[in-house]
Structures are given as C-alpha cells and as structure tokens.
Antibody, heavy 121, light 111 residues
Framework: QITLKESGPTLVKPTQTLTLTCTFS??????????VGWIRQPPGKALEWLAL???????RYSPSLKSRLTITKDTSKNQVVLTMTNMGPVDTATYYC?????????????WGQGILVTVSS | QSVLTQPPSASGTPGQRVTISCSGS????????VYWYQQLPGSAPKLLIY???QRPSGVPDRFSGSKSGTSASLAISGLRSEDEADYYC????????????FGGGTKLTVL
C-alpha cells in the first residue's frame, strides 16, 4: 500500500519561511521514473502545481514561484521536503504531496491527505 | 488564471450523461497525456483518468476520458449522487523548462 503524509507548521507569519515534509511509504525514490510532487489549493480555489523532484535528483518548479521554492529528497528516510520563502497571506492553502509513478505527464497517484497552512500575523 | 480551461460548473440528473471539457495548447494537451482528478468535498484529489483515457483499478467504467488535438473531455454516464465533486484536468507543459498545469476545476452538481 502506497501512502504519503504531509507534515509541518499549520500557522506561519508573513515573511517567514515554510518547510513542509512529505513522508511516504510503499515505494522508493530510487526507482527509475518515479517522482514526488507538491500541489497546493487555496480555500475554495483550484489546484496549483508547485514543484516536482525525480528519482535522479532532477527538479522542476512552477515558473511563477521558482525564486521562492526549494525541493529536496532524503531517500534513506523516504521523505521529500519543500521550502517556500517569504510567505504571505496569499500562500494560505492546503498543501498536498503526491507520487508521480512515471515520467508520463502529470500523473499523480496517490495523494497525501494535505495540510492546511495559514499565513497570518 | 489556469493554463487549462474548464467550465466552472456542470450539472445533471441521476442517470444522465454529462461531459466536462478541458482546453489547452500545443505545449500541454497537444503534446502530452491528459489526466483527470476527482475531488470529493473535504477530501484530497484522487486520480480518475490517466494517459487520456485509462481508468485506474476501482474507477467505474461510467467514467471515460478522451483527447483530440489540444482539447480533452471527461464523460460521466449513469450519473449518481456520489459523483457530485470537483473535477480537474491536468497535463505536463513543455514550456518554461517543463511544468505541471491544472485546469480551474469544474464543480459537478447532481440535481
């Protein structure tokens, strides 16, 4: 069974840096073609793709957020970490991580339960 | 604004067939697979259709996907009350060094 779970702070202050961890089980990020992605969803709004890291350390970022995002992986711990700098109220959202089982497009399955992050002073 | 364009809402009565469209461009739908995700109220998104028209195990065959050129569509036949959810199309986009893109989502209401 493949599972992913997001963890991190649920409340951050404006200008702070957000660090989220995706801990997964049931698959390995050493497997060729596999990746883990991050997606967010502001309350009542649409999904927004943020970043993706592949088994071979290749990384892709949303162009509009690239300067603020860093994605890393710890294969031994089965974790992927996303950091987002200079958080603001517009970054309030539920943040999801998901497995990308192969390099065939934006294939995300399964997803974690999500973590709601609120940005407020 | 989302890169992929979906109608914000759709509706149907139980038993009906409804379709949800998704429009993109040559850099995304035109050159890559389309995926559909279902998000039930209060839940995380779930993969519904992969590689344009493939159903993961456990997804009823009432759900089907298709793609033509730079557009795609999701069809739901024999509509049921439990199909009431938000539906998102998604694709990889080859522009700007590669990125994932989603549609704005379609809220399906079962009347």
């Amino acid at each position: 069974q493949i599972t992913l779970k997001e963890s991190g702070p649920t409340l951050v202050k404006p200008t702070q840096t957000l660090t989220l961890t995706c801990t997964f089980s049931g698959f390995s990020l050493r497997t060729s073609g596999v990746g883990v992605g991050w997606i967010r969803q502001p309350p009542g709004k649409a999904l927004e793709w943020l970043a993706l890291i592949y088994w071979d350390e290749d990384k892709r970022y949303s162009p509009s957020l690239k300067s603020r995002l860093t994605i890393t992986k710890d294969t031994s711990k089965n974790q992927v970490v996303l950091t987002m700098t200079n958080m603001g109220p517009v970054d309030t959202a539920t943040y999801y991580c998901a497995r990308r089982p192969s390099s065939d497009g934006l294939w995300l399955d399964p997803w974690g339960q999500g973590i709601l992050v609120t940005v407020s002073s | 604004q989302s890169v992929l364009t979906q109608p914000p809402s759709a509706s149907g009565t139980p038993g009906q067939r409804v379709t949800i469209s998704c429009s993109g461009s040559s850099s995304n739908i035109g050159n890559n697979y389309v995926y559909w995700y279902q998000q039930l109220p209060g839940s995380a998104p779930k993969l519904l259709i992969y590689k344009n028209n493939q159903r993961p195990s456990g997804v009823p065959d009432r759900f089907s996907g298709s793609k033509s050129g730079t557009s795609a569509s999701l069809a739901i036949s024999g509509l049921r009350s439990e199909d009431e959810a938000d539906y998102y199309c998604a694709a990889w986009d080859d522009s700007l060094s590669g990125r994932g893109v989603f549609g704005g989502g379609t809220k399906l209401t079962v009347l």
